[in-house]
């Protein structure tokens, strides 16, 4: 029995120290197998690192085409209730002689919201006259200490009952759309955005509780208003000599100055392409048809920072249409200057529609 015993323990002796006696890797199989896992792992990093990167840019390539079209709904439903439309005559003014006559005019460019003139920052596209409702149940200022209704700026007669009149109002106002840019950290550098103003009329009436001075043909009057105009705002003046174009486009604003913090600029679109060279060929305005590029590229008016064909419109003013052009920048969402490529087309959204205004003042 002790033989067997001592038998036994010889033999678990021996395993127990050929165990001991067997190595790990050698320095040789581990650079192999290192040198093996790079040439799996690098090319499906580099597989997974340009999925993700294509994923970011077809989200911002959405996204883009999205708010374009979203921009251009926006104005195109802003613009059907325009009276007129400014061509690029309206906006910057030209001079000619009819039958020995010369014809100004004076355009409306110096009255409308700018930059200074030694660093604009915004260029006009779009500036109409358009009519806007002014429902019943609005809250409007009454008085200078009071609000109330807009149904209630008018009393019934007492013998008719008394009480509000509930009425409506159709009242115009004038709307600008703008190419932006300004140098402010917040927006990336190659790329500009869209912007709107909108300046409104009031309500007149001999008896109403607001007052202002007005100048009218070199006449200067005061006038009662019940719904005050916005700062800054004048009527159009249909007395004025001449046709529509140049009746309106020798408007001038009130002497008030407007107040932008009241009527502010309000961003419709962003991240719009700001590349100035290498880009598509501008859509050509149909000029024996009376359309004219606005913003117009040859007017000193127009720096060459904003002659990117990204934001500008064909505008035939005695048709009251528009053809309007956007061009978006999607890669500036997730590239720091991104600009325009041949290459990178599909990375820059465009889209066009073409707008017809459903007012009309009368008088061609």
Request: aromatic share 10%; charged share 20%.
């Given at each position: 029995?002790?033989?067997?015993?001592?038998?036994?323990?010889?033999?678990?002796?021996?395993?127990?120290?050929?165990?001991?006696?067997?190595?790990?890797?050698?320095?040789?199989?581990?650079?192999v197998?290192?040198?093996?896992?790079?040439?799996?792992?690098?090319?499906?990093?580099?597989?997974?690192i340009?999925?993700?990167?294509?994923?970011?840019?077809?989200?911002?390539?959405?996204?883009?085409?999205?708010e374009?079209?979203?921009?251009?709904?926006?104005?195109?439903?802003?613009?059907?209730?325009?009276?007129?439309?400014?061509?690029?005559?309206?906006?910057?003014?030209?001079?000619?002689?009819?039958?020995?006559?010369?014809?100004?005019i004076?355009?409306?460019?110096?009255?409308?919201?700018?930059?200074?003139?030694?660093?604009?920052?915004?260029v006009?596209v779009?500036?109409?006259?358009?009519?806007y409702?002014?429902n019943k149940?609005?809250?409007?200022?009454?008085?200078?200490?009071s609000t109330g209704?807009?149904?209630?700026?008018?009393?019934?007669p007492?013998?008719?009952?008394?009480?509000?009149?509930?009425?409506?109002?159709m009242?115009?106002?004038l709307?600008?759309?703008?190419?932006?840019?300004?140098?402010s950290?917040?927006?990336?550098?190659?790329?500009t955005?869209?912007?709107?103003?909108?300046?409104?009329?009031g309500?007149?009436?001999?008896t109403?509780?607001?007052?202002?001075?007005?100048?009218?043909?070199s006449?200067?009057?005061?006038?009662?208003?019940?719904?005050?105009?916005?700062?800054?705002?004048?009527?159009?003046?249909?007395?004025?000599?001449?046709?529509?174009?140049?009746?309106?486009?020798?408007?001038?604003?009130?002497?008030?100055?407007?107040?932008l913090?009241?009527?502010?600029?309000?961003?419709?679109?962003?991240?719009?392409?700001q590349?100035t060279?290498?880009?598509?060929?501008?859509?050509?305005?149909?000029?024996?048809?009376?359309?004219?590029?606005?913003?117009?590229?040859?007017?000193?008016?127009?720096?060459?920072?904003?002659?990117?064909?990204?934001?500008?419109?064909?505008?035939?003013?005695?048709?009251?249409?528009?053809?309007?052009?956007?061009r978006?920048?999607?890669l500036?969402r997730?590239q720091?200057?991104?600009?325009?490529?041949?290459?990178?087309?599909?990375?820059?959204?465009?889209?066009?529609?073409?707008?017809?205004?459903?007012?009309f003042?009368?008088?061609?």
């Amino acid at each position: 029995m002790k033989n067997f015993l001592r038998f036994l323990l010889k033999i678990q002796l021996q395993k127990s120290q050929h165990l001991q006696s067997q190595k790990g890797f050698t320095l040789v199989e581990l650079l192999v197998a290192l040198i093996l896992a790079f040439l799996v792992i690098t090319p499906l990093m580099g597989f997974m690192i340009d999925v993700m990167n294509t994923d970011r840019k077809e989200q911002a390539k959405s996204t883009s085409e999205q708010e374009v079209q979203a921009a251009l709904a926006y104005i195109a439903q802003d613009m059907e209730q325009a009276v007129y439309i400014y061509d690029a005559d309206g906006i910057y003014g030209k001079t000619t002689t009819v039958n020995g006559e010369t014809i100004t005019i004076n355009g409306i460019l110096g009255q409308l919201p700018s930059g200074t003139a030694s660093n604009p920052d915004k260029v006009p596209v779009l500036v109409f006259w358009k009519r806007y409702f002014l429902n019943k149940d609005q809250i409007v200022q009454t008085s200078s200490t009071s609000t109330g209704r807009a149904g209630c700026l008018y009393n019934l007669p007492s013998t008719g009952g008394g009480g509000c009149n509930d009425q409506d109002y159709m009242l115009y106002s004038l709307v600008a759309y703008y190419l932006v840019k300004d140098n402010s950290a917040t927006w990336n550098s190659t790329t500009t955005r869209i912007e709107r103003w909108e300046i409104r009329d009031g309500i007149r009436d001999v008896t109403g509780s607001f007052s202002r001075s007005e100048t009218v043909n070199s006449t200067t009057k005061t006038v009662k208003y019940r719904l005050l105009p916005s700062t800054g705002f004048m009527p159009f003046d249909l007395s004025l000599e001449g046709d529509l174009k140049r009746k309106l486009g020798n408007w001038r604003k009130h002497s008030a100055s407007y107040d932008l913090n009241v009527n502010k600029l309000t961003t419709l679109a962003d991240y719009i392409d700001q590349t100035t060279s290498g880009t598509p060929a501008l859509a050509a305005c149909n000029t024996a048809a009376g359309e004219q590029q606005v913003p117009d590229y040859t007017k000193t008016n127009v720096p060459t920072t904003f002659r990117t064909g990204s934001f500008y419109a064909c505008v035939n003013a005695s048709k009251y249409i528009a053809r309007v052009y956007i061009r978006g920048n999607a890669l500036a969402r997730i590239q720091t200057g991104a600009q325009y490529s041949s290459q990178q087309s599909a990375y820059f959204p465009t889209a066009n529609i073409q707008i017809k205004g459903r007012g009309f003042l009368g008088i061609e």
